[in-house]
């Protein structure tokens, strides 16, 4: 069975970074992109960014460009999504989200990212 | 990479259908059959119900359904049960190897 579980929530202060973690269990890491998707509190969905295990490719939403990391670490089957210049509108619930080329079935249960001075 | 165009809400009866259309561009739903649906309810992470327009994962019930038609994709969920009060998403590939949600539609069971 795929599992995905993300780290704590976090509160940072604006102009701060955070690094949110996904640890993937069930499926052979390196198989499947591995997703990043922000939903601000009573918002919809928005996909942030991928990155592919396997090679490290990542491709990033415009909106988050120059400010969004994401990254893979094979040896822990971990990935990463690190948002910086935090401002009050990343205040989010943050989702990793993984599964076939063209889906995602398996999803993190969210982290809580709370800007605030 | 704007938002695909949901309604902000929809509603239904129990034992009725609805459809929730989704509206993107060539950019995206017009190029692709690559758009899949999410149900999210209060307070959880988003459950993928449909892909690939009209594919459903397996343990996904027969009521939902896909399809696409041009820049629009739309979900018709019938016989409408009380546990489908949720938010629905689509989401859909997009020019440039990126994705695209749907600003998502509220249903409402009456």
């Known amino acids: 069975e795929v599992h995905l579980v993300q780290s704590g929530a976090e509160v940072k202060k604006p102009g701060a970074t955070v690094k949110i973690s996904c640890k993937i269990s069930g499926y052979t890491f390196t198989d499947y992109y591995i997703h990043w998707v922000q939903q601000a509190p009573g918002k919809g969905l928005e996909w942030m960014g991928l990155v592919d295990p396997e090679d490290d490719e990542t491709i990033y939403a415009e909106k988050f460009q120059g400010r969004v990391t994401i990254t893979a670490d094979t040896s822990t089957d971990t990935a990463y999504m690190e948002l910086s210049s935090l401002r009050s509108e990343d205040t989010a619930v943050y989702y990793c989200?993984?599964?076939?080329?063209?889906?995602?079935?398996?999803w993190g249960q969210g982290t809580l990212v709370t800007v605030s001075s | 990479q704007s938002a695909l165009t949901q309604p902000a809400s929809v509603s239904g009866s129990p034992g009725q259908s609805i459809t929730i259309s989704c509206t993107g561009t060539?950019?995206?739903?017009?190029?692709?059959?690559?758009v899949s649906w999410y149900q999210q309810l209060p307070g959880k992470a988003p459950k993928l119900i449909i892909y690939d327009v009209s594919k459903r994962p397996s343990g996904v019930s027969n009521r939902f359904s896909g399809s696409k038609s041009g820049n629009t994709a739309s979900l018709t969920i019938s016989g409408l049960q009380a546990e489908d009060d949720a938010d629905y998403y689509c989401?859909?590939?997009?020019?440039?190897?990126?994705?695209?949600f749907g600003g998502g539609s509220k249903l409402t069971v009456l």
């Open positions: 989200t993984t599964g076939a080329r063209t889906n995602w079935p398996h």
């Open positions: 060539s950019n995206d739903v017009g190029s692709y059959n690559l």
């Open positions: 989401c859909s590939y997009a020019r440039g190897s990126t994705w695209v």
